[in-house]
């Protein structure tokens, strides 16, 4: 009997030790990817939380609604590129709240400080590091909004996700956050400039209020309040906008960019294309909905023989006879204007009671306080402008090593 056990217990741990032997090196093989993973991270080939944007022209985002301020850390631009802080504040000065009565009554100057990479008023080639402090938070007036969630904002989605939640203006879901990237586009801007890249970005509609393009005027987009091209669709844009304002609600709105002298090969396939670039940089802009490039969701209802664009051949240079493509074929720039849009929402912070739920679980009717936009898409517009520049500014710098003779050329080998 008693050998008949110890047979037994042999039997059993000939049947275990495999067993213990896979967990272990499960465990090992888990604790190497951890690792590994954790390594990557550290030399910053891996970043956590998404506030990274860009391959060779990167920038990384930093800071909250209402904490001490926002900035930006733009690594990888070329040296020798005139820069100073009035320059990058003539950007920040068209997305600033409190512009008029159709931005947000919150009070801030958006100063912009350089505190690294600019020497002498040029580029160094190193990390340029921007910060934007905020003044003008009243974090009160968020204190009602501490554990519910506002109804088309991204409370939920970010308490669900961190289990904590900094709730003051929105917290990194804020509009505000797109201040740093605005400073790092300006940045991008001026580097495309030498190569005669230039951009003119304005609003196209407003609700249902679109612009008359046999109005088109490039200097009106200064002139009023909602940037758009077309002075008496401003102003009945404007008129529509009082009028949303005195019901406690808000608008959306289309923004549309154009940019000319874009240099023929920017897009790396297949993941990197132009426009797959462009897609993801303008749906990273809060409240964006919808994008476009070129006749967009038009082309859908076209014929092949009208979307086409023809080639032509004009001063010994292939050009294209119309547009259809917004300036991207196969995901590579073409030569023709850059044209995209961007739907905007309506701000979801409204001033209307409405019905949602609190994080007990209630269902409960709130009324937002705070200091809103009735409108994102005139403060958005430079957004815009700024994001599609730093795909460019990326994109251009990739393409610098597509084929040998831009290697030879770089290096002066030819
Ligand atoms: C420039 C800018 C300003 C914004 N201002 C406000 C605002 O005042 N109030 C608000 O509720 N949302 C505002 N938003 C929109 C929210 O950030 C956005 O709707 C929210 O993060 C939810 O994300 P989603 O709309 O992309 O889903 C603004 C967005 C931008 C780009």
């Known amino acids: 009997m008693s050998s008949k056990n110890g047979q037994i217990k042999e039997f059993n741990r000939i049947r275990v030790l495999p067993l213990v032997l896979f967990y272990f090196a499960l465990l090992y093989g888990i604790l190497k990817t951890v690792f590994y ?28 609604s209402h904490g001490e301020g926002i900035g930006v850390v733009v690594d990888g631009c070329p040296a020798g590129i005139p820069i100073d802080e009035d320059y990058i504040q003539s950007f920040l ?75 003051r203006g929105g917290g990194r879901s804020s509009g505000r956050e797109t201040a740093a990237r605005v400073a790092a586009g300006a940045i991008a801007i001026k580097m495309l400039s030498y190569l005669g890249v230039e951009f003119t970005t304005y609003v196209k509609s407003v609700g249902e209020i679109e612009i008359d393009y046999s109005k088109f005027d490039k200097d009106e987009i200064m002139r009023n309040k909602l940037y758009m091209p077309d002075k008496e669709a401003a102003e009945k844009a404007g008129r529509y906008l009082e009028s949303l304002i005195e019901a406690k609600d808000s608008s959306g709105a289309v923004v549309e960019l154009k940019c000319t002298g874009l240099p023929v090969g920017l897009g790396e396939p297949v993941f990197e294309k132009l426009d797959a670039r462009l897609a993801e940089a303008i749906f990273s802009i809060g409240a964006v909905k919808g994008f476009e490039i070129g006749d967009g969701f038009k082309a859908a209802a076209s014929k092949g023989s009208e979307n086409n664009d023809p080639f032509r051949i004009k001063d010994g240079k292939v050009v294209k006879e119309t547009n259809h493509s917004g300036g991207i074929l196969g995901g590579i720039s073409d030569g023709g204007d850059l044209v995209l849009r961007a739907a905007f929402k309506p701000t979801p912070s409204i001033y209307q009671k409405q019905h949602t739920v609190n994080n007990k679980g209630e269902e409960v009717d709130i009324e937002i306080k705070g200091r809103h936009d009735p409108i994102v898409a005139p403060r958005a517009v430079v957004v815009v402008e700024a994001m599609t520049a730093l795909v460019i500014a990326d994109l251009l710098l990739q393409n610098c090593t597509s084929k040998m003779d831009n290697v030879l050329k770089i290096y002066s080998c030819n």
Do not use: C
């Not at 990274?52 to 985002?61: A, E, M, P, Q, V």
């Not at 958006?110 to 990390?127: A, L, N, Q, W, Y």
């Not at 910060?131 to 969630?149: A, E, F, G, H, R």
């Open 37 to 64: 993973v954790l390594s990557l991270v550290n030399k910053g080939e891996i970043t956590m939380a998404g506030s990274t944007f860009g391959t060779l022209f990167k920038i990384s985002t930093w800071g909250e």
């Open 93 to 167: 000065d068209r997305r600033k709240p409190g512009q008029s009565e159709f931005t947000t009554m919150r009070n801030e100057a958006d100063k912009v400080k350089i505190m690294s990479g600019v020497f002498e008023r040029k580029t160094t080639g190193t990390p340029i590091s921007l910060q934007i402090l905020n003044t003008s938070q009243i974090s009160k007036d968020y204190s009602n909004i501490m554990d519910v969630y506002r109804p088309g904002h991204a409370d939920f989605g970010f308490e669900s996700k961190f289990g904590i939640r900094d709730y």
